[in-house]
């Protein structure tokens, strides 16, 4: 059976969305990490339904990348992440304010 | 007319180098340290050999046709449109006696300088002011235009301040240098407008050209109208009375006397201030198309010099009483200036350098061997104890107050007879008053510095010495010259005549056929102003020597004039109330309310306005991701929102 392109939209853009509410809400830098790998794959999903509908592999190319980027993403993420976890002793995004004007 | 003239120009190939050594000498100087003499050898020898070469040419000179001049293109300085300026030099008749005056004089006085600033911890710093000043008078009597000249003009104003404060650790030496600077500058501001304006009337007579060159001025000087020739005589005559100290821009010259005294003899006595006068004989022509010009000219001469004179009766320092003499007698230049007697008042310039020069360094002598003082009160019965100085200063006394058959008797009747016979008897009267009262002054000077009893204190009074040799035999020459000096210039028909007048005639003119000789020949007009100068000598022999108590009893007796003339006829006070101190208030005016407050008030108003709005906005900056993620997503909905609802 086949799963009609809307649907698959649609489920993109509930994913979206959740992702969106767990970087503002969340305080966690970690999760809000994952909710932002959480929009990326969102993202994908987008493209790959586009392009089965249309019969175009240029949005699977464009999902190659992104999960490459991501890759890399989540490689630098993290270790910044332990870095200024060992610095600060926290994750907490609220506390990680310098930049307060 | 222009090329009739042309045969008369001899090319010479050196005149530069007359005011290079000088220049040289500054280098040198500037380069030497304090230490060594080398500087005590260089400076005197850079004016030497410009000395020499300056005789040689006007020897060269001399041979030639009458009126014929030499002639050096430097450099051409200045091409713009119609308007030319050369760096040039000539000498021509009146060059010639103003070059040799300035450099023989201005050697005698810088070999004195040796002897007398020779100790001094700066003496480099010294003669490198003084070669520099040697440069810049050079320029300016030996400029072939009036750009060179003004170029010269305002060197002499730099170095005379320089020297004027060149003991700068006091403060009044200081004030008294930027005092000199800033009168200076009100002269000069005449001095700049008449050159502008002269350039600009004479440019139509000369089909449009623009040119500053005195062969320019004289070819075309005639085609002035009459008004604007008075204007521009009279801007030029500013700048004049502020160079050579004529009302009301004299109060400069006597403050200058807090430098070192050769510079007092050879700036403010022998050759700068002269430049005024050396000016408006250079421009006779101009100030000849103008009698309005000159009758004002021959008024503020004569006033100044019968003003000059009456302060110098009371005055107590050795140095302010010769200063305000050079003031009177700068007065009687312009005088002669005035009655067109062009040749004469360059005449008076040549012999009172020479008496005057002579003057001051007898008085530096005097100060040299006093330990630094200077008042006369102090002074007293230094004839046997310097006699060499005693001696020369006699002479230069005998030689301004007009004792017959000095250089100063010869010049100063010249300068009365011209007066008189010219149709001015007013000022003939005041100019004749004017030479009495100096004969009285100088011979009060006189008596109370080298006869009497010394009045110094026991110190000063053991130290009491004559001085080196360096410095008496320049007072020696500079006394013989104020004996024989003036013979060069003796009344018509007296054995071989006015040899100087005939030497000027053709740069200055003849001056003006005696109209007014009427019931007095020249012979009675000496009579009575030889007589008059011995009734001034005698009255200060009768004051000061026979009856000392006199002058104490007529100072009390007359407290108001004797104060009034001590106080200088508190003129200095007069400019404070009338120009210095709204001027003050002006400035701080200007600085604490417009600067201040208006100016800065905007810039920092400005500021503050920006710094105000950016602590409003910092609040945006709150360092948490979350709410710039949250701004970002209000930006892309608000643009999703514009292409969904478009």
Redesign the interface.
């Known amino acids: 059976m086949i799963v009609p392109t809307e649907w698959v939209l649609m489920l993109s853009a509930v994913l979206f969305a959740i992702g ?1 509410v767990g ?3 969340r305080r966690n830098i970690i999760v ?1 990490f994952m909710a932002i790998e959480l929009m990326l794959n969102a993202v994908n999903l987008t493209f790959v339904a586009l392009a089965r509908s249309r019969g175009a592999v240029d949005g699977q190319v464009v999902v190659f990348f992104v999960m490459t980027v991501a890759a890399a993403e989540a490689a630098v993420g993290l270790a910044i992440i332990i870095a200024s976890f060992r610095n600060r002793t926290t994750v907490n ?2 506390e ?6 | 007319m222009h090329e009739a003239h042309e045969a008369l120009i001899l090319h010479s190939q050196v005149l530069w180098l007359i005011p290079v050594f000088p220049l040289l000498g500054f280098l040198i100087a500037v380069a030497a340290n304090n230490s060594h003499g080398l500087v005590k050898i260089t400076s005197p020898l850079a004016v030497l050999a410009s000395f020499a070469v300056a005789l040689a040419s006007v020897l060269s000179l001399t041979g030639a046709d009458e009126g014929a001049r030499l002639y050096q293109h430097v450099y051409t300085w200045i091409v713009a449109g119609p308007f030319r300026a050369d760096i040039a030099f000539r000498i021509d008749a009146l060059s010639a006696v103003m070059v040799l005056i300035v450099t023989g004089v201005g050697f005698l006085i810088h070999v004195y300088s040796v002897g007398y600033m020779g100790h001094d911890h700066d003496c480099a710093r010294f003669f490198a002011y003084l070669n520099l000043f040697m440069f810049s008078m050079l320029l300016l009597v030996l400029g072939d235009n009036l750009l060179v000249l003004f170029v010269g003009w305002e060197g002499v104003g730099l170095c005379s301040y320089l020297l004027i404060g060149f003991w700068y650790e006091k403060d009044e030496n200081a004030a008294a240098g930027k005092k000199a600077f800033i009168v200076n500058r009100v002269g000069d501001m005449g001095f700049v407008l008449g050159l502008f304006l002269l350039t600009w009337s004479l440019a139509p007579a000369a089909g449009g050209a623009l040119s500053l060159d005195f062969a320019h001025v004289e070819a075309h000087a005639h085609t002035l109208a009459p008004a604007t020739a008075t204007v521009i005589a009279l801007l030029l005559l500013v700048g004049a009375a502020g160079k050579s100290a004529q009302l009301p821009l004299y109060v400069w010259l006597p403050d200058a006397m807090a430098g070192p005294t050769p510079v007092s003899a050879l700036i403010h006595a022998a050759t700068m201030v002269t430049a005024g006068i050396y000016m408006i004989a250079r421009l006779h022509v101009v100030f000849e198309m103008s009698p309005t010009a000159l009758q004002v000219v021959a008024t503020l001469g004569a006033l100044t010099a019968l003003f000059a004179a009456t302060i110098a009766l009371v005055q107590t320092d050795i140095k302010k009483v010769l200063a305000y003499s050079t003031v009177s007698q700068l007065g009687f230049m312009v005088l002669a200036l005035g009655v067109g007697a062009f040749a004469t008042a360059i005449f008076h310039v040549m012999t009172h350098a020479f008496f005057k020069a002579l003057l001051f360094l007898g008085a530096g002598s005097v100060i040299h061997g006093m330990s630094g003082e200077q008042d006369v009160q102090k002074m007293g019965g230094l004839r046997t104890k310097m006699p060499v100085t005693f001696w020369t200063f006699l002479v230069g006394t005998l030689a301004i107050a007009g004792a017959p058959g000095l250089a100063g008797f010869f010049s100063k009747d010249e300068i009365l007879w011209h007066t008189w016979s010219s149709g001015h008897t007013v000022l003939w009267l005041i100019a004749t008053i004017t030479a009495t009262l100096t004969a009285f002054y100088m011979f009060r000077l006189l008596f109370l510095t080298f006869f009497g009893d010394l009045r110094a204190d026991h110190d000063v009074a053991h130290h009491v010495h004559e001085s080196p040799a360096v410095m008496t035999i320049p007072l020696v020459i500079l006394a013989a010259l104020s004996i024989v000096g003036g013979w060069v210039g003796l009344p018509e028909h007296w054995l071989w005549g006015n040899k100087l007048g005939e030497f000027l005639a053709p740069v200055t003119g003849h001056p003006h056929a005696a109209e007014h000789a009427g019931m007095l020949g020249e012979g009675a007009l000496m009579a009575i102003a030889t007589t008059l100068a011995i009734a001034g000598a005698t009255l200060a022999y009768v004051f000061y020597i026979r009856l000392p108590g006199l002058p104490m009893v007529l100072s009390w007796r007359l407290r108001g004039i004797y104060e009034l003339l001590r106080d200088k006829y508190r003129v200095d006070e007069l400019y404070d109330a009338i120009i210095v101190t709204p001027y003050v208030w002006l400035s701080t005016m200007l600085w604490k309310v417009v600067d201040v407050q208006l100016i800065d008030g905007f810039v920092n108003g400005l500021a503050g306005a920006v710094a105000a709005n950016g602590t409003l906005w910092r609040r945006a900056q709150t360092g948490n991701v979350q709410h710039y993620a949250l701004a970002f997503l209000g930006g892309v909905v608000l643009i999703l929102a514009y292409y969904v609802i478009r």
């Open positions: 969106v970087v503002l809400v809000i995004a609220d990680l304010a310098l930049l307060r004007g």
